[in-house]
């Protein structure tokens, strides 16, 4: 006779531990032989469109201490603002440019780097373009699930200026904690966790 079902309960929540490195960047760990290299390092290639940019990448904590054990991935738009992606239907996006990366914190400085291009803007669920941006997920030691923000270029003013998602978010003194500050050909961009300056994660 089958049993009721009501006495299960949830399971319960584990935190990302080391295990993230192992199985989603091998190489990294030091473990080779299960890709040639791990999945998501490269996003360019020399016939890429666009831009070519640099994202230097932090995660730091409440003590303001960078993690050195977290993994970052981002996703983006080609510089025409198409994804490479099956549900794209506004047209082809850039075969030559990856639009996924996975790079997992440096042991020393907790930093990564993405070799990457810049964006092109993208329509809002109304239609109305979005400014430039790069979305984040943020996966780490203590994390029971993975953090999704954003990063917006600081040199986008006039496009940052009319994007809908700063529009929605109430308190603009935080919106400085979604925009990445350019040197050169790069972009820095600290995910803090907690803190005064604690970065906006969105719930999607």
């Not at 990448?57 to 991935?73: C, N, S």
Request: charged share 25%.
């Amino acid at each position: 006779m089958a049993q009721s079902l009501n006495r299960l309960k949830e399971s319960a929540s584990q935190t990302a531990g080391p295990y993230v490195h192992i199985g989603l960047t091998p190489n990294f760990a030091d473990i080779p032989g299960v890709y040639p290299e791990d999945l998501g390092i490269s996003m360019v290639n020399d016939k890429t469109r666009g831009e070519r940019i640099t994202v230097k990448v932090r995660v730091i904590d409440g003590a303001d201490t960078p993690l050195k054990d977290a993994l970052v991935e981002i996703w983006q738009a080609d510089a025409d603002g198409l994804y490479n992606s099956p549900s794209e239907m506004r047209g082809a996006a850039d075969p030559n440019f990856q639009g996924w990366g996975r790079k997992a914190t440096d042991m020393t400085t907790g930093e990564c780097v993405f070799e990457t291009i810049k964006p092109g803007r993208v329509p809002f669920r109304d239609g109305r373009p979005q400014a430039p941006h790069i979305t984040f997920w943020i996966v780490a030691r203590g994390i029971n699930i993975g953090l999704h923000t954003r990063m917006y270029f600081a040199d986008e003013e006039k496009a940052n200026a009319e994007d809908p998602i700063f529009q929605r978010i109430e308190h603009k003194n935080r919106i400085p904690t979604l925009i990445a500050p350019r040197d050169g050909d790069t972009y820095t961009f600290d995910i803090r966790l907690q803190g005064e300056k604690e970065t906006i994660f969105f719930d999607i």
